[in-house]
């Protein structure tokens, strides 16, 4: 049987940790590059909510995981931290694209389809009074 001693628990530790911050900037930066290339508000919402979400969350699991490990603290605030920007970000990016879209920013010009079209058409049906 294979029994693990301290130093390569430490360095399997130190593995992910590494893994971890090293995702999380690989996640901000490829979203850096989106925000940069994709055509419209929608797609540059999508690539900035989900590699902040992803980028910020990695980042601060390898902060914890280092502070655990190296310093026997567990970090509340970093826990708090990281629920809170794993379930902020996507509610705050999908609010602010339904807001862009009612408010008429328009799609890409090559959008296959819109379906929030369909849905709001359905939502002013049912709250329209009827005479």
Known sequence: MLSLSGTWINIIFD???CLSLLSGAFFLISGSIGILRFP???TRLHAATKSSTLGVAGIM???FLFL????DIVSGKLLLGIVF???????SGHMISRAAYRS???LWENSIKDEYAEVLKEEQK???PDK
Do not use: F, K, N, T
Not at 68 to 71: A, G, K, S
């Open 15 to 17: 593995i992910i940790i």
């Open 85 to 91: 920007v794993l379930l902020s970000a996507p509610v």
């Open 126 to 128: 049912r709250q329209m």
């Open 61 to 63: 699991i390898g902060a």
């Open 40 to 42: 419209d508000v929608y």
């Open 104 to 106: 008429g920013v328009p």
């Open 68 to 71: 655990y490990v190296e310093h």
